[in-house]
């Protein structure tokens, strides 16, 4: 959820609302002096398995489970503009580079507005270490498809899997690279700067969260990103602090589409892969069509 980074921002000491945690100042330091982060592992299709099952503690994907995170981005006139994402992962999968990903499906909403709808595949390794495999995001421009210039697949053009989630996060754990592709300038990084923190959201409060910061080593003066995931939920929390359009979203509903509401979601997520073949035939194209292969309820 929320895989890929909208906004960053640089990371300086900062207190988190009330209710919420403290970032120590010797993390703090540590993620910023991070600048890059290791090269990817080998991607080896045998080490997933046949039948793509996401557990990870801290990034579980249960097709049918849907995922709402509102907050605002501060754009450019200084002004505040509400900010919704929509995630929801489906019981369909895509092959990718010899492996068969999970296919999750976010919808990306600014002042009411569609701004971006991605489709995304993951894949978690027979070790828990979950995969960031391929990205196709559809641009919209005042409600108008405008492109898909960001898709990027595993395998195609150059493009490296990343990691999405370490298996077993933990302090002091190298930075890690979430993915790469030239060929659009993606080449994000992510460190775990904080674990075992009590984190307050709309939804609830949780104990145990994970803290991890990104930030792109090619652009920085996006600065960073500070992502918080609750143990058997995800990312509940998104902060940014200074930086350009600094975003800040909080989880604000988690519920289990079944029935209508997932063949809506279905549907469109079909749609947008059909579509991808003459959006993005040089990338997309060269993939297979989405199947549906899992039970969701």
């Not at 900062?14 to 970032?23: D, E, F, K, S, T």
């Not at 010899?98 to 976010?106: E, H, P, S």
Request: glycine share 10%.
């Amino acid at each position: 959820m929320v895989r890929h980074m909208r906004l960053r921002t640089l990371l300086t000491a900062v207190l988190v609302a009330p209710g919420l945690m403290w970032v120590t100042a010797d993390t703090t330091a540590a993620a910023s002096a991070a600048t890059s982060c290791s090269e990817i592992q080998s991607f080896k299709p045998s080490s997933f398995p046949a039948v793509p099952r996401i557990n990870n503690r801290y990034l579980p994907w249960t097709p049918g489970m849907h995922f709402v995170v509102s907050g605002f981005v501060t754009d450019d006139d200084g002004l505040r503009h509400p900010h919704r994402i929509e995630t929801t992962v489906t019981d369909l999968t895509k092959v990718i580079d010899g492996v068969r990903t999970l296919v999750a499906y976010d919808v990306d909403i600014q002042d009411g507005v569609i701004a971006e709808s991605e489709v995304f595949f993951q894949g978690q390794a027979n070790d828990g270490m979950v995969w960031n495999i391929g990205e196709y995001p559809e641009e919209y421009d005042g409600g108008v498809l405008a492109g898909a210039p960001s898709t990027w697949m595993t395998g195609i053009a150059g493009a490296k899997g990343g990691i999405g989630m370490l298996a077993r996060p933990v302090l002091g754990s190298p930075a890690y690279k979430q993915g790469l592709a030239n060929s659009v300038g993606f080449d994000d990084c992510a460190i775990v700067i904080a674990t075992g923190q009590h984190t307050c959201v709309p939804v609830r409060c949780y104990d145990n969260v994970l803290v991890t910061d990104e930030w792109a080593p090619r652009d920085p003066a996006g600065g960073h990103q500070r992502k918080f995931y609750a143990p058997g939920v995800g990312v509940i929390r998104i902060e940014a602090v200074g930086g350009v359009n600094p975003e800040v979203a909080q989880l604000t509903r988690v519920t289990r589409l079944c029935g209508s509401s997932l063949s809506r979601i279905r549907q469109i997520v079909v749609a947008q892969d059909a579509r991808g073949y003459s959006v993005s035939p040089s990338v997309y194209g060269k993939t297979p069509r989405v199947q549906r292969t899992l039970t969701a309820c």
